[in-house]
């Protein structure tokens, strides 16, 4: 079959384990519909208005053994930045000093993101890509209109530039309708404070300190898989 839309030259997008599914399942037809009618290998310029508006994204990494880790970021609209129709970038900051999404794609620079507008629009966007890590300094030295702020919790201390490979929408079927709530408490975003960043909400620090818990860097390291 010809490529999907904005896909030259390859056959299908997707994993060769997606294709076998559907075929398992009768869905062949149905996904080759959406892969030429929603799946690009850009973002086009609606795309790039609904990343422009977000102030939050859901990311998905693994390393090179396929251990995958899933997280959360946000910031200011306009913090996952659009550089040009292929090309992405969002701030690092130092956060619990972990960096497990970097660290995944210091092994495995594939990626994914997915946005969801729960407030208005209700939709969603998928963008699939590689990812690399770039130095503040080296970023703003050839992108010099980055935002900058002199608050150590939100200063960048590295960028993620994203190389997008795949865009398409994540349907409205089941994204609810939320609204922003009030704020009950100044709880500032960036913030460093312990307390206000969640502290030890679930109690795992607590159980370390009480006996109830050995810390995983004191038990012995599992094999990585095979």
């Excluded at 010809?2 to 869905?27: F, I, K, N």
């Excluded at 990343?51 to 910031?75: I, K, N, P």
């Excluded at 960096?99 to 995944?104: D, P, T």
């Excluded at 209700?122 to 699939?128: E, M, T």
């Amino acid at each position: 079959m010809p490529g999907a839309e904005g896909l030259p030259g390859r056959h299908r997008p997707g994993s060769d384990g997606e294709h076998r599914l559907q075929q398992r399942l009768g869905t062949t037809e149905r996904a080759d519909r959406f892969y030429d009618e929603q799946v690009l290998d850009h973002l086009n310029p609606r795309m790039q208005e609904f990343v422009a508006r977000q102030e939050m994204f859901f990311l998905a990494t693994a390393d090179r053994h396929g251990s995958c880790d899933s997280t959360f970021r946000a910031g200011p609209p306009g913090f996952l930045r659009v550089l040009d129709d292929r090309t992405l970038v969002f701030p690092e900051y130092r956060g619990n000093g972990v960096h497990a999404s970097l660290g995944n794609i210091e092994e495995n620079p594939q990626l994914g993101i997915l946005l969801v507008d729960f407030l208005m629009a209700r939709i969603g966007l998928h963008i699939n890509g590689r990812a690399e890590l770039v130095e503040d300094a080296d970023l703003r030295a050839v992108t010099p209109d980055l935002p900058e702020d002199p608050v150590p919790g939100r200063r960048a201390v590295l960028w993620v530039r994203i190389t997008v490979e795949e865009a398409y929408i994540h349907c409205a079927k089941h994204i609810p309708q939320m609204q922003k709530a009030p704020r009950r408490s100044a709880r500032d975003w960036g913030t460093d404070d312990y307390k206000r960043k969640g502290g030890d909400f679930f109690g795992a620090a607590r159980a370390v300190r009480e006996g109830h818990r050995t810390p995983l860097s004191a038990t012995p390291p599992s094999a990585p898989p095979t």
